[in-house]
């Protein structure tokens, strides 16, 4: 059986919020389930588009 996971209760609970679960499966969920939760949540945010609508490329100079 595995041990719950060390990390703090603030950070237990924001990333219960990220990831729409409540915190008692997440302080219990395997390291790696959690880890690709957590990479897919980066990959889907990384994907979004800026807040303010530009472009995050710099402009080319011609």
Known sequence: MSRPLQIS????I???EQ???P??????MPRHILLQKMA???NA???????SGQSQEE????
């Not at 915190?23 to 219990?28: A, K, P, R, S, T």
């Open 40 to 42: 897919e949540l980066a």
């Open 45 to 51: 945010s990384a994907a979004a588009p800026s807040p």
């Open 19 to 21: 990831l729409k679960v």
């Open 23 to 28: 915190v008692e499966h997440l302080m219990h």
């Open 14 to 16: 924001k990333l219960a």
């Open 9 to 12: 209760a603030d950070t237990a």
């Open 59 to 62: 402009p080319k100079s011609e």
